[in-house]
C-alpha cells in the first residue's frame, strides 16, 4: 500500500525552529518528486515546497523562501522540511505529498494525513 | 505571482450537474490539477492534467479548461460530494506550484 506518515509537527515558539519528517512506503522514492502543503486553520491549501526525484533541485514559495530547507534521504524513503525563524502565519497543518511524476509540475497523487505546527508563545 | 480564482461556494441539488471554476491568466496553456477534501481529511486528487481521473474516481467527475477558466464538473451530484474542490497548477515562470482558494461545494 502506498502511504506517506508525517512526523515532527508540535508547539514552537516564534523564532524558533522545527523540522518536519514524512516516511513514504510502497512505491520507488527515488522516481518521484515529493512536495510540502500547509493549511492554516480555516483556510485553503497553500504550496509550500518541492524536491525533485533525485533530491538536485528544490523549490519554495516566496512566503517560506531563505526560512524554510527541503530535502529527503531516498535510502531512508524520508522526505524532511526544515523551518527556521517560525513565525505564527506558519501555523497550520503540513500535508506531504507525492507528485506523479520525477519532476514538480504533476499532480499530487497521494497525500499524508499531514502534522500540526503551531508557533506560539 | 500567478494567482487562481475560485468561487468561494457552490451549491448543488442532489442529481443535478455542479460546475466549479478555477480563473487564471491564460489557464488553457497550462495543466490544471482539482483535489476534494472532506472535512477533517487530507485532500484527495479526482482530476488531473485538466480531464483525466485517478483510478477509484467515479465518471461523474469531468475537467476542461480552455483560455482564462478551467472547469470540473460533477455530474448527478451526491451528498456524499459535498466538500471543499480545489485547483491547482505549476507556474513555470516563477518555479512555484499555485492552489486556487478553494470552492465549499454545498449539496441542497
Wanted: hydrophobic share 30%.
Amino acid at each position: 500500500e502506498v502511504q506517506l506518515l508525517e512526523f515532527g509537527g508540535g508547539l514552537v515558539q516564534p523564532g524558533g525552529s522545527l523540522r518536519l519528517s514524512c516516511a513514504a512506503s510502497g512505491f520507488s522514492f527515488n522516481s518521484f518528486a515529493m512536495s510540502w502543503v500547509r493549511q492554516a486553520p480555516g483556510k485553503g491549501l497553500e504550496w509550500v515546497s518541492a524536491i525533485i526525484g533525485g533530491g538536485g533541485s528544490t523549490y519554495y514559495a516566496d512566503s517560506v523562501k531563505g526560512r524554510f530547507t527541503i530535502s529527503r534521504d531516498n535510502s531512508k524513503n524520508t522526505l524532511y522540511l526544515q523551518m527556521h525563524s517560525l513565525r505564527a502565519e506558519d501555523t497550520a497543518i503540513y500535508y506531504c505529498g507525492k507528485d506523479s511524476g520525477s519532476f514538480p509540475y504533476d499532480a499530487f497523487d497521494i497525500w499524508g494525513q499531514g502534522t500540526m505546527v503551531t508557533v506560539s508563545s | 505571482s500567478y494567482v487562481l480564482t475560485q468561487p468561494p461556494s457552490v451549491s448543488v441539488a442532489p442529481g443535478k450537474t455542479a460546475r466549479i471554476t478555477c480563473g487564471g491568466n491564460n489557464i488553457g496553456s497550462k495543466s490544471v490539477h482539482w483535489y476534494q477534501q472532506r472535512p477533517s481529511q487530507a485532500p484527495v486528487l479526482v482530476i488531473y492534467y485538466d480531464n483525466d481521473r485517478p483510478s477509484g474516481i467515479p465518471e461523474r467527475f469531468s475537467g476542461s479548461s480552455s483560455g482564462n477558466t478551467a472547469t470540473l464538473t460533477i455530474s448527478r451530484v451526491e451528498a456524499g460530494d459535498e466538500a471543499d474542490y480545489y485547483c491547482q497548477v505549476w507556474d513555470s515562470s516563477s518555479d512555484q506550484g499555485v492552489f486556487g482558494g478553494g470552492t465549499k461545494l454545498t449539496v441542497l
